[in-house]
């Protein structure tokens, strides 16, 4: 099943110890099943642009050139449709009165228009829409997925789904921590 992965999950493989049912559910996937948007990219491009260190901006643009390259037709830009679909979704929101980030609701769109499930932790910005989400985070007994039992070693494992997501490298993973951490405070 095709899964739309929002930012929030790459921003998870890449602690240096991943939440477990995060990283199954990434592992989980095919890689052809794994899509993502240029909105996540565009996330990320400003909070490496916040680092501290040109050897971390670095090792961080180079990951994202390696995803790019390996995603291929997967990475979704936004097309006249899409932007269609975004303005439906900003609407609908407005009149709801409901707070939608548009990084989130670019994604909402492109989820949208190709049909995708959104792994997110982040529900509310899309359950609304009509879009179908799968939260690694939730309950599971909230979930038709079964996650399995708990690994004993909760590190990423060498060619699975998840590594090819994350930087082998807790620096590296300790850089995008704190590009995450710069994103939520801007």
């Known amino acids: 099943m095709a899964q739309l992965i929002d930012t929030c999950v790459l921003r998870e493989l890449h602690l240096p110890r991943p939440f477990w049912r995060v990283r199954r559910a990434v592992d989980d996937l095919w890689w ?101 989400i799968f939260n690694p985070w939730g309950d599971p007994k909230e979930s038709a997925y079964d996650f399995g039992e708990e690994p004993s070693d909760s590190r990423i494992q060498p060619g699975s789904t998840s590594a090819e997501l994350s930087i082998n490298s807790t620096e590296a993973g300790e850089s995008l921590d704190a590009m995450g951490e710069a994103n939520e405070a801007a």
Request: aromatic fraction near 10%; hydrophobic fraction near 40%.
């Open 32 to 132: 052809e099943d794994v899509h993502l948007s240029v909105v996540s990219f565009a996330i990320m491009e400003g909070g490496k642009q916040l680092l501290p260190q040109e050897f971390k901006q670095r090792r961080v643009k180079t990951w994202m050139q390696d995803v790019k390259r390996k995603l291929g037709n997967n990475l979704h830009g936004i097309d006249y449709e899409t932007c269609l679909i975004w303005g439906q979704i900003m609407a609908s929101a407005q009149r709801r009165r409901l707070k939608l980030p548009y990084h989130d609701s670019l994604v909402a769109a492109t989820a949208k228009r190709h049909g995708f499930t959104v792994m997110t932790r982040n529900v509310g910005y899309f359950a609304p829409f009509n879009i179908e």
